[in-house]
């Protein structure tokens, strides 16, 4: 049995019982928010929409960073108004591989609006995993092409192995804690995913 970004994300949240949400940010500019969310997802979100980002690092890029664990990080940005909700919902889900280990591993969570703490105007995603598993900002390059993911530290399940004790904490290290990741087809980000209304909407975006 595989284990799902959305299998990781509530199993976190039952351990705790607490919601899967992430509150925004006091003094978030709500046009600001609506201008990042535009450039996150090419355009309004709408009733829902999906950003899809990719990055595989080659042997020349990691011989230049040796210490960096990390050797392809896909993240799925979403967002969704559902109907009995006033306020839009943001998750995510990440994926990696090592670059000296095998497996996929996953994880997942929720995200709201932040300004960054570095600058004081930059809009950024502050995104979290349930049961303190950390989490990772995302903010969206000038040209909209790529989005910047920081990492601190995340806790990731491997795919494969659906037990709870298979989690284990991804930190950020001297080379693992920025990623720029690359803007792609939805399709891309479709591979770790089991739900069928879900795929179909990755597939037909």
Same mark, same amino acid.
């Given at each position: 049995?595989?284990?799902?970004?959305?299998?990781?994300?509530?199993?976190?949240?039952?351990?705790?019982?607490?919601?899967?949400?992430?509150?925004?940010?006091?003094?978030?500019?709500?046009?600001?928010?609506?201008?990042?969310?535009?450039?996150?997802?090419?355009?309004?979100?709408?009733?829902?929409a999906y950003?899809?980002?990719?990055?595989?690092y080659d042997?020349?890029?990691?011989?230049?960073?040796?210490?960096?664990?990390?050797?392809?990080?896909?993240?799925?940005?979403?967002?969704?108004?559902?109907?009995?909700?006033?306020?839009?919902?943001?998750?995510?889900?990440?994926?990696?591989?090592?670059?000296?280990?095998?497996?996929?591993?996953?994880?997942?969570?929720?995200?709201?609006?932040? $300004?960054?703490?570095?600058?004081?105007?930059?809009?950024?995603?502050? /995104?979290?995993?349930? /049961?303190?598993? %950390?989490? $990772?900002?995302?903010?969206?390059?000038?040209?909209?092409?790529?989005? $910047?993911?920081?990492?601190?530290?995340?806790?990731?399940?491997?795919?494969?192995?659906?037990?709870?004790?298979?989690?284990?904490?991804?930190?950020?290290?001297?080379?693992?804690? $920025?990623?720029?990741?690359?803007?792609?087809?939805? %399709?891309?980000?479709?591979?770790?995913?089991?739900?069928?209304?879900?795929?179909?909407?990755?597939?037909?975006?």
């Open positions: 049995m595989k284990r799902t970004f959305l299998v990781v994300a509530l199993a976190a949240a039952a351990c705790t019982g607490a919601p899967l949400t992430v509150q925004a940010q006091e003094g978030v500019d709500k046009a600001a928010a609506a201008a990042f969310d535009n450039r996150m997802f090419a355009g309004p979100p709408g009733a829902k950003a899809c980002f990719v990055r595989r042997e020349n890029h990691l011989a230049q960073h040796p210490k960096q664990k990390v050797s392809a990080m896909k993240l799925l940005g979403s967002a969704e108004d559902p109907p009995e909700d006033k306020a839009t919902n943001y998750s995510f889900r990440l994926g990696v591989t090592y670059r000296h280990r095998s497996g996929n591993f996953d994880s997942s969570g929720y995200c709201n609006h932040a $300004i960054a703490a570095e600058s004081g105007r930059e809009i950024r995603f502050e /995104c979290g995993v349930d /049961c303190e598993g %950390g989490g $990772i900002t995302v903010g969206v390059s000038r040209d909209n092409r790529s989005a $910047i993911a920081r990492l601190g530290r995340i806790m990731v399940w491997n795919r494969n192995k659906p037990d709870d004790d298979a989690g284990e904490a991804l930190f950020a290290g001297a080379d693992d804690k $920025i990623f720029r990741v690359d803007r792609v087809d939805l %399709g891309e980000c479709a591979e770790p995913v089991t739900d069928r209304k879900e795929l179909a909407a990755l597939r037909h975006k």
